[in-house]
Each structure stands twice: as structure tokens, then as C-alpha cells.
């Protein structure tokens, strides 16, 4: 069973990578890699391969060592752990969406996500908390450190609690605004849409050393609101905290 469930998991992330490899040839993309535990070297305006990952906080570590996500040792597909998949342009700073019309599906799955790509450094992000039966986050941002356009790491940029800071609707958890879960869709009479949304911004160089420079925008343009910022995307965090604020 073990196995069946393993192909089966394997078989659908080859699936998303097959769609991704057939949406890269609608733009100039010189990167031909396309499963997310797979090695790329990128240039800028290339598409890039990553995934993510839901499952418990201890259930990306073995003997007390964080793993990448592809590491077998972590027994993620046979716990069925939900992934999804992206590939976004390299260095475009991008708003990507985790469809989850039911908010408890991911507390379910055990509330938190890891990102990861790549296998000889095996770069993945620290689990950062999605949600509980009580909050749950959907605002976050994705820094991709590259060198020489090979992925070197992978970490979350808290943007702290301002925003929602003495609104009854909100808690500050990991020094990131959390909704109350109640609020959210599939959850009684919640209404509000609560995927979580993932910003990405790129630091380091490319594979001919050019520079990237969507981090530097990203941490600019913190001074301005997500709404403002991606105004024309529906379901976007900021136009649901419209309805708080």
C-alpha cells in the first residue's frame, strides 16, 4: 500500500511538472528543469521550479535534523502531505496563491509549510506556521537566495503585525497577522477567503553573475500595501483584510 500511494504521489508532481514544462514554452525560458527535486542552474527572466509543502512542524525533521522535503527519510507521500507546485520567473517579484477553498484542510494537514527546491544542496525553508483551528496566516513572502544561479537557500520574511495591530479580527502570530480561523471559508459562516498567498522575491547572482534585483524592490515596496501593489488580482490577502480594515 506503501508503495501504491508513493507512485501515485510521484505520478501526480510529475503531472504538475509535465503542465509547468508546457506553459514554459509560451515565454523565453532557457531552463529545462521542471521537477522541483531536481538541480537548475537560471538566468534571469528563466522559469524556476519550487514546491511546498503541508504537514506537521516535526514532520520535516529526522534525528533532529531538518530535511529537504524530497529526502525520503521524511515518509511525507506516504502521509499523503499536500504539495503545490510552482514556477515563477526568475526575478520578477510574483503573488502566488495556495488554493484551499477549506481553511481546515491545511490545519489538517498539520499547519505548516515548508518550500524547497533542488537536491545537491537541497535548499528548503524553515516550516513557518499556516494555520490552526484557532488562526491562520495568508500573507507571506519567499526569498530565493541564488549563487551563480544555483538555489543556495530558501527562508520566510516576517512583515510583522502593524497592519492588523487593535484589530479584534486578528492575532499576531511569528510577527505575522493571523486571521481568526472561524473567519475564513469552510469553516462554519466564515466568508473570507483564506488561501495563502506567497510573495517571491530573488537575491544573489544568476548563472553569468548579473545581479538580482526583485529582493531589493520587494523590501522598497514594504512601505506600500499588497492591495495597492496587486490591485487587479481577486482573492489577493489584501483584498480580504478590505473587509477588517
Not at 498539520?110 to 516550516?127: D, E, L, Q, T
Not at 502570530?173 to 486571521?179: G, K, L, Q, R, Y
Not at 488580482?233 to 478590505?242: E, I, N, P, T, V
Request: glycine share 8%; with cysteine.
Amino acid at each position: 500500500m506503501a508503495a501504491t500511494t508513493t507512485s501515485r504521489w510521484a505520478a501526480a508532481v510529475l503531472v504538475a511538472a509535465f503542465l509547468l514544462a508546457a506553459a514554459a514554452f509560451a515565454r523565453e525560458d532557457t531552463n529545462g528543469v521542471y521537477e522541483p527535486c531536481a538541480d537548475a542552474t537560471v538566468q534571469r527572466g528563466d522559469g524556476f521550479t519550487f514546491g511546498v509543502v503541508f504537514a506537521g512542524h516535526d514532520a520535516f525533521t529526522s534525528g533532529g535534523v531538518q530535511l529537504s522535503p524530497c529526502d525520503s527519510r521524511l515518509k511525507l507521500t506516504e502521509a499523503r502531505a499536500p504539495v503545490a507546485l510552482f514556477r515563477p520567473t526568475v526575478d520578477e517579484i510574483s503573488l502566488l496563491t495556495v488554493n484551499a477553498s477549506d481553511a481546515n484542510a491545511l490545519a489538517s494537514a498539520g499547519g505548516y509549510m515548508v518550500a524547497f527546491a533542488g537536491r545537491k544542496y537541497a535548499a528548503r525553508s524553515p516550516p513557518v506556521f499556516v494555520s490552526n483551528s484557532s488562526y491562520s496566516v495568508t500573507a507571506f513572502t519567499l526569498v530565493f537566495e541564488f549563487q551563480k544561479g544555483i538555489l543556495q537557500n530558501l527562508f520566510w520574511k516576517a512583515d510583522g503585525c502593524s497592519s492588523c495591530s487593535g484589530n479584534s479580527n486578528f492575532a499576531c502570530v511569528d510577527e505575522s497577522c493571523a486571521i481568526k480561523t472561524s473567519s475564513c471559508r469552510g469553516t462554519g459562516n466564515g466568508q473570507v477567503d483564506c488561501s495563502p498567498g506567497i510573495q517571491l522575491a530573488f537575491s544573489g547572482t544568476d548563472k553569468h553573475e548579473d545581479v538580482f534585483n526583485s529582493w531589493y524592490e520587494v523590501s522598497k515596496l514594504k512601505q506600500y500595501s499588497l492591495f495597492g501593489l496587486f490591485s487587479n488580482l481577486k482573492d489577493s490577502l489584501a483584498g480580504q483584510f478590505s473587509q477588517f480594515f
